[in-house]
């Protein structure tokens, strides 16, 4: 998936900027969400939902756990004031949180929250992924904790796109685009259903190495997040430099 967004853009809180963050946020492989400074929800996936103990029913209006389940060490019902969220001081950047079930389940949640936008707007991406397995007690969090850098990583190009109201496009294993936002296409002059099955290397510049190509191809297949700066011409031919980032999305089967 590429997150590219034009160098000089602002972030501003509008009906699209609604639009592709739940477009981005239902791509994320893992539990994802965009919330407000009180914890309202304003975009989230059925993997965040499901790993705070949602039964799928119904959606909740804020980043809170299902019923019957609470915190551990407190025991307590707000998840959103257990991750440490508050407009008065400044948000953990991750944690490993435990939670208990009504039937005694337990869960040890990997949480990475950061702050998109700027300091005046207080919204926030929350990426959660369960790491029960090699998180079974508490002398064993920093254990999980190291385990979660790469999510922290993705989390970090999150709010990248989320920060600047992003032009979204989604490229398939082949490097063939599979979808594009109104704003990418606005800036690339190409409808979305002319970009749908052109290869991605066809709006590069020419001046583009084609060992930069390769140099992504290479970071993205090591799992991680490629960042930069990209020429890309427009269906006019005009030029222009794009910060990119580039997040390798995985379902189960790679």
């Given at each position: 998936?590429?997150?590219?967004?034009?160098?000089?853009?602002?972030?501003?809180?509008s009906a699209q900027n609604l639009r592709d963050w739940h477009r981005l946020v239902d791509l994320a492989p893992?539990?994802?969400a965009v919330v407000d400074d009180t914890g309202h929800l304003l975009a989230v996936n059925d993997s965040a939902l499901q790993l705070l103990g949602h039964d799928g029913l119904s959606r909740p209006a804020t980043l809170e756990l299902g019923s019957n389940w609470r915190t551990l060490s407190p025991a307590r019902?707000?998840?959103?004031?257990?991750?440490?969220?508050?407009?008065?001081?400044e948000v953990r950047n991750k944690r490993v949180l435990g939670i208990s079930g009504p039937d005694g389940e337990r869960r040890w949640l990997s949480v990475t929250t950061l702050t998109i936008g700027n300091a005046a707007t207080h919204h926030f991406v929350v990426s959660i992924d369960d790491v029960t397995a090699i998180c079974t007690a508490d002398a064993e969090h920093e254990t999980a904790l190291r385990d979660a850098e790469q999510a922290l990583e993705q989390a970090r190009a999150y709010q990248n796109a989320l920060n600047s109201a992003a032009l979204i496009a989604v490229i398939d294993r082949h490097g063939r685009f599979v979808d594009a936002n109104a704003p990418f296409c606005q800036l690339s002059g190409f409808e979305r259903e002319e970009l749908v099955g052109r290869?991605?290397?066809s709006l590069q510049a020419e001046e583009t190495p084609r060992t930069l190509a390769w140099s992504i191809l290479r970071t993205l297949r090591r799992g991680l997040v490629w960042r930069g700066q990209l020429c890309e011409v427009s269906k006019v031919?005009?030029?222009?430099?794009?910060?990119?980032?580039?997040?390798p999305l995985r379902n189960r089967s790679g």
């Open positions: 998936s590429q997150l590219c967004t034009p160098v000089a853009d602002e972030f501003a809180l893992n539990g994802m019902r707000s998840f959103w004031n257990a991750i440490g969220a508050s407009p008065r001081h290869h991605y290397l031919g005009q030029q222009y430099w794009a910060d990119t980032s580039i997040v």
